[in-house]
């Protein structure tokens, strides 16, 4: 019997935003028409069968005529950037206040993502020196496609504290996928600021 695999309807809901702030309200609704689905609108709070996901993906990719893994990289950099999704942003940064302190600070990702969303489940990731400024990010038990929406948030994380990074997924095996990350230039550029208080701030 196959397994049915869910997703977080918080996940496909940002997807949603995505697509609509990034390509405009008429793609996204054609994408859904192409593929039958009736999902008038996503609620972030329900799940819903990985597939669903899947299909948009694909379809995205057809109606953009734009590779999958490349699409889901501009979504990871559009969950940080864009203003309107800051409390992911928020989530990453307080990891570390430089971004090899924040690569570290990724084990422990799964643990706080739970906390702001009790039944958000994200991937086991492991991070490891190999080569001094090299660092190894393992993502275990990852959904399809979900390290490459993670490279995508490095990217951008990277720029974020100012820091020039080398990123490049190396092996995919199974559900389990390796990103290398090379510490060029831990300085290069002044970062993006990043308040650790706030006054009520979402």
């Given amino acids: 019997m ?19 702030l990034t390509y405009g309200d008429q793609v996204w609704e054609k994408v859904l028409v192409d593929l039958d689905l009736h999902l008038p609108t996503v609620e972030p709070m329900f799940h819903y069968d990985d597939q669903i996901g899947l299909s948009i993906l694909r379809q995205l990719s057809i109606e953009q005529s734009r590779d999958r ?9 559009f969950l940080v950037t864009d203003p309107r999704v800051e409390r992911v942003r928020r989530l990453l940064r307080f990891g570390g206040v430089d971004f090899t ?15 702001a969303v009790p039944d958000l489940t994200l991937p086991e990731v492991q991070v490891d020196e190999v080569q001094p400024h090299r660092f190894e ?15 995508g948030a490095l990217r951008a994380l990277a720029d974020d504290y100012g820091s020039l990074v080398f990123l490049e997924v190396v092996a995919e095996r199974n559900d389990n996928v390796v990103i290398i990350a090379s510490l ?19």
Avoid at 2 to 20: A, D, N, Q
Avoid at 184 to 202: K, M, N, V, Y
């Fill in 137 to 151: 990010v393992k993502c275990e038990d990852s959904p399809k496609g979900a390290p490459f929406v993670l490279l």
């Fill in 184 to 202: 060029l230039d831990r300085q290069h550029a002044e970062g993006r600021e990043f308040l650790w208080a706030t006054d009520g701030a979402t």
């Fill in 69 to 77: 893994h490349s699409l889901l990289e501009d979504f990871g950099t």
């Fill in 101 to 115: 302190e924040f690569l570290y600070s990724l084990e422990d990702l799964k643990g706080r993502a739970l906390l």
């Fill in 2 to 20: 196959t397994r049915v695999i869910m997703m977080h309807g918080l996940i496909l809901w940002i997807f949603e935003s995505f697509v609509r």
